[in-house]
């Protein structure tokens, strides 16, 4: 629910942006920040009203059940030492990462709904892979966008009162957690930027192809960004939402940091493609960007929880299937995960 501190902070944005100016960050001008709003430097421009009206009257969406649970469920070990690394998909895009004595939650949304409001909106269809009380001790929490579906005030509230973690996050989305009430302040860096977590772990935040908005008047005012986070397991490049774009992005993880022990990447949310392709990969796009950045392994998230966009519910590891056939991948080596499945690199070598 939109509570009055938060309507009065929506209501400074409003003003914010009528005036020009960006509510949520302040600073020099880049090559993706023209002094107002981020931007994808070569990418596609965000798609119209127009648009978005002619993709909810298409008449494509495939229709989803009001239930679809997960056969799996978690209760991760209190923590993952040394060269350990143990992830788990919570739902959607919200992951757990353990490995060098941290424990390390992506994109954390334990909300009912990925929605600005709690009657209305995207409604999970499987509960949490994780129940919030199970949850070990969380020691950093890392958020990709500011998209509902990714920035989840309520659960990072909780979070935040349980164990203080710290909150690493791109530019802009500090400030919309500040405002929010989220009793951590978030650290926000830029792309390009390393940020020591431990001794022996530390995250980087590597472009995407994406867009951010909190509201209709507040597009591109925080950035984006993916995660490369180095641990004494090797790398885990983590992205939440990307478009493929022309793949140039992703060869260059691997030229900067090494091929990845595991490649955690979107699979759902693509369709319809002439209106999704800017900003969500499909399947196929997946497996080649796994292919491009080097993975030993990867992860298929960011499907089968909210409903967000026009394919079915298990259309993601369908597509997945076949894309993995088609680019002669082995299927253990990228596997589409539901709530609650683990990944451990014990098992994998």
Known sequence: ??????????????????????????????????GVRFFNPGGVSLRSPFDILRWQFGGTRQPWPDSFPSPYSDTPPQRVDGTGLRVTLVGHATVLIQTGGLNIVIDPVWSER?????????????????????????????VTHN??????????????????PRIVTPLGNDTIMREGGVPVAAEAFDWGARVALSDSVAVHLEPIQHWSARGVLDRSRALWAAFVIETPAGAVYHVGDTGYGDGSLFPRIRERHGPPRLA??????????????????????????????????????????????????????AALTDA?????VAPGRFRALRPGEVWDGATLG
């Not at 929506?10 to 600073?27: D, I, K, T």
């Not at 196929?284 to 079915?312: K, M, N, P, Y």
Request: with cysteine.
């Open 264 to 317: 955690i990447l979107p699979v759902g949310a693509y369709e319809p493609r002439w209106f999704m392709q800017g900003q969500h990969m499909n399947p196929d796009e997946a497996v080649r960007v796994f292919l491009a950045c080097g993975a030993q392994h990867a992860i298929g998230h960011h499907w089968g929880t909210f409903r967000l966009t026009d394919e079915s519910v298990d259309a993601p590891p």
């Open 114 to 142: 990925a929605s600005p409001v709690s009657f209305a909106g995207p409604r999970r269809v499987n509960a949490p892979g994780i129940a919030f009380d199970a949850l070990p001790p969380i020691d950093v929490v890392l």
């Open 1 to 34: 629910m939109l509570t009055i501190p938060g309507l009065a902070a929506a209501l400074g944005g409003f003003a914010a942006v009528r005036s020009g100016r960006n509510p949520y960050y302040e600073g020099p001008v880049s090559d993706h920040f023209d």
């Open 324 to 328: 993995l056939a088609l680019h002669g």
């Open 147 to 164: 998209h509902y579906d990714h920035l989840d005030i309520a659960t990072l509230t909780r979070l935040a009162g349980r164990d203080r």
